[in-house]
């Protein structure tokens, strides 16, 4: 079965420094593998997705990934972090073949501090 | 704005009672998602139609039912409704069905039984 586990429940990061959420996932197949934002009474938003090729993935606000196959990972990264990232971030997976549904980790909530 | 459309915002009722919430997908998306998001239990993935066939089934209870009509919205019945049925409730869309698109998630509908 298909799983998806993001170890941190909180990271904390300051303005201007580098962000790293980190997300680990375990699927019988090949994985797709995405990343998801919530900010505070909003639905999620889309932020990268890995289906196949270059293992470094680049997002929407500056946000990219890195798939490793290796070490069944899929770790959000950002140079520089603003405030306005502080939210709830999701990672989630979908198994390739035979996954029918997307299996979301429990969330990591991120806060920039200025 | 994702442009998937959720009504209501807000929902109040009684246990043992019956809501149905309502999901319009974004302009050319086929596919519909329902996601219960609480506190104790995340993002769980509840069901999934593809041009009005249901796709995939998750951990949705049997007193819970949707359909997707002919012109794409979908409906989410709840019934004999529990306090633990307390939850955010998303809607998200997707262009196909294959597990490789990203979802387009609604503001959500957060319903409180009482």
């Keep these: 079965a298909q799983s998806v586990a993001q170890p ?24 797709y593998l995405f ?22 993935v680049k997002g929407s606000y500056g946000f990219e990934a890195e798939f490793n196959k290796s070490q069944t990972s899929f770790h959000l990264k950002k140079p520089s972090a603003l405030v306005s990232d502080s939210a709830l971030y999701f990672c989630a997976v979908r ?5 029918f549904k997307t299996i979301f980790g429990a969330g990591t909530r991120l806060f920039v501090k200025a | ?17 019956r809501v149905t919430l309502r999901c ?13 998001q609480s506190l104790d239990q995340g993002l769980q993935f509840l069901i999934q139609y593809y ?16 359909q997707q009509f002919p012109d794409l919205h979908s409906e989410l019945n709840l019934s004999s409704l529990e306090l633990g049925d307390s939850a955010l409730y998303f809607c998200a869309s997707s262009v196909g ?3 490789s698109y990203e979802q387009y998630f609604g503001p959500g509908t957060r319903l409180t039984v009482t």
């Design chain 1, 8 to 31: 941190e429940d909180q990271v904390n990061v300051a303005e201007g420094n580098p962000l790293t959420v980190k997300c680990t996932y375990s699927v019988s197949g090949n994985p």
């Design chain 1, 35 to 56: 990343w998801y934002v919530q900010y505070p009474n909003r639905g999620l938003q889309f932020l990268l997705k890995y289906i196949t090729g270059d293992n470094l």
């Design chain 1, 95 to 99: 198994e390739v073949p035979g996954g």
């Design chain 2, 1 to 17: 704005d994702s442009g998937v459309t959720q009504t209501p915002k807000h929902l109040i009722t009684a246990t043992g009672q």
């Design chain 2, 24 to 36: 319009s997908p974004r302009s050319g998306d086929l596919s519909v998602y329902w996601y219960q």
């Design chain 2, 51 to 66: 041009n009005g066939e249901e796709r995939a089934k998750g951990n949705i209870l049997e007193r819970f039912s949707a």
């Design chain 2, 97 to 99: 069905a294959a597990g």
